[in-house]
């Protein structure tokens, strides 16, 4: 490393060469800097790659024999995998919510006309042309067209086709955010008469 004083004008006032001396031997003053260049061949960059830098790497076998170990420390709480009395319940939970959402969608028949309420976002009507199990995601789905231009696609998603509406109409929800019932198409003013 070289280091070098600057004065407050920043005029160089010289190289502070000596090793061996202690910085407050310098005349370095309020207002002074020290520019340090690294001379010790690193280059620019050198460890921004972290694949280049090597890692130490311990066998599975010399991990699991450690007892001061994150692994251990949970082990011994039965916490994260380790919890069985715990994963056990939750995927019981798991599979109840699972039977009441498949139970909630039998109860709605296609075509029937609904207000679907999502948290965050307004009361929407709509009509159900989709009930059951999707490719895109785990559990039981209701296909709503909207009444306005509210939604995501036209009916498919991933490739596949549920049902048919026009390109921003169709939408899935969750089964508990749909109630059927006579909810009659909005009408907003804007057909014109003829």
Do not use: N
């Amino acid at each position: 490393m070289e280091l070098e004083l600057f004065g407050a004008e920043d005029e160089p006032l010289g190289p502070l060469a000596q090793d061996e001396a202690l910085l407050g031997s310098y005349p370095v003053t309020d207002g002074c800097r020290i520019h340090v260049t690294d001379r010790s061949g690193a280059r620019v960059g050198e460890f921004e790659d972290l694949s280049q830098v090597p890692k130490y790497e311990m066998a599975e076998s010399d991990y699991e024999k450690r007892t001061e170990s994150m692994r251990s420390f949970l082990r011994q709480r039965s916490w994260g995998r380790w919890d069985t009395e715990g994963s056990r319940r939750r995927e019981q939970e798991r599979e109840q919510r699972r039977e009441q959402e498949a139970a909630l969608a039998a109860t709605l028949p296609l075509g029937a006309r609904c207000e679907v309420r999502v948290p965050g976002q307004p009361c929407r009507r709509a009509t159900i042309l989709y009930v059951g199990e999707t490719d895109f995601k785990p559990g039981h789905w209701v296909g709503v067209r909207y009444d306005e231009p509210l939604g995501k696609h036209d009916g498919s998603v991933g490739g596949r086709r549920y049902f048919e509406c026009p390109p921003k109409y169709g939408a899935f929800v969750k089964p508990q955010s749909v109630t059927p019932g006579d909810f009659p198409e909005e009408d907003d003013g804007l057909e014109d008469e003829l």
